[in-house]
């Protein structure tokens, strides 16, 4: 925490997993009440068999609390791990999506080998009461203009940086109306980080490459994308 304030990060949007993760973040936001604000959500790769008893619960939290939460998140689609939960993985994800427009919030959505049935849910559900942030955004050009239309957007972590990704490709296109900067800590720490375990101050990395490669200065980038995210999540 100490690294990130130092770095200039000066809130925390953190994403809820399953039930073991829930207690650590409230944990954490009553330790920094003024950087972080916390999302609700159940992560695909944690839609098992009982999804729907987890959902019942969550649900019961939002109801009572509304403003506890900036974002229904992390919700989504994961084909890497396993192929055979897709269908309830797609009805965990419209219940979720149902909260956003019941609660006015937006998301924090996870896609991993699933942009197929990832944009036919969207487009599905697409309306102007529906928006958030593809979390992680590794789609291509015409994805990401079509997430655009929607009103949707783009989050931009540490592979943005890595020599192979086409992230900032994509970027030099659709500009950074619709970009917020994000970690995915501890996962995928930006270069020259990588391998290592991620950590909040490395945002500031990912804003400094962004700038390099889009001929903007690190303050256009880190203006722009901040002021996205506060739009985004009312922070």
Known sequence: ???????????M??????????????????????????MLGLHPCDVQEDWEGVLDRYEALWEANPEAFVAVGEIGLD??????????QIQALHRQLDWCIRFQKPFSMHVREAWGPTMDVLRQRACPELSGVLHCFTGSLEIAQELIAMGHHLGIGGVATFKTAKVVDVLAVVGLDHVVLETDSPYLAPTPYRGQRNESAYVRRVAEHLADHLGLTFQEVD????????????V
Request: hydrophobic share 40%; net charge positive; aromatic share 8%.
């Open 223 to 234: 203006r722009v994308t901040s002021d996205n995210a506060r739009r985004i999540f009312h």
């Open 79 to 88: 084909l890497y791990w396993d192929k055979s939960t897709l269908d309830r």
């Open 13 to 38: 949007l953190l994403p809820n997993v399953n039930d073991e993760s829930l207690p650590r973040m409230q944990a954490l936001q009553a330790r920094y009440p003024e950087a972080v604000r916390l």
């Open 1 to 11: 925490m100490a690294r990130a304030f130092a770095a200039g990060v000066s809130h």
